[in-house]
């Protein structure tokens, strides 16, 4: 009887939370890289890039991907994005640690489904963020 609650408990949840119960099951969803940065040195041109993908999604280069970073970023460095890649780079001025977001949201093309004659996308998140820590010497 417990198993049957928790059943229907988990069932509902995944009905209420995605519009489509498959893509939930399939948990179509923006994901950037697990990534350690390597050492800088103050003066010295620094550059690191992450890959970010739609995880079980084979078409996500025709995804638009938006990256922010909050935080600590040392000054000098900055993040740029070319479609999928994010790069943090330039000349580092101080030296330290230093922890910060990248934040990734995601714009879905758009497809027409001929059946309900209806414009849908295909994820159950748009976007997700991941904490990152660059030392500079």
Request: net charge negative; with cysteine; charged share 25%.
């Amino acid at each position: 009887m417990k198993s049957l609650k928790f059943l229907i408990l988990f069932v509902c949840v995944l009905c209420l939370s995605c519009e489509n119960i498959v893509d939930c099951i399939i948990n179509r969803r923006p994901e950037i890289p697990d990534k350690s940065f390597d050492l800088g040195n103050i003066g010295y041109y620094y550059n690191e890039e992450l890959t970010s993908e739609i995880k079980n999604e084979p078409n996500d280069n025709y995804y638009d991907y938006y990256y922010d970073v909050y935080g600590n970023l040392p000054d000098g460095l900055e993040l740029y994005s070319d479609f999928r890649t994010a790069s943090i780079e330039g000349f580092p001025e101080v030296s330290g640690s230093f922890t910060f977001t990248i934040h990734l949201s995601v714009d879905p093309p758009e497809y027409y489904d001929e059946d309900t004659q209806e414009w849908e996308d295909n994820l159950c998140s748009y976007s997700t963020s991941k904490e990152f820590t660059i030392i500079i010497n």
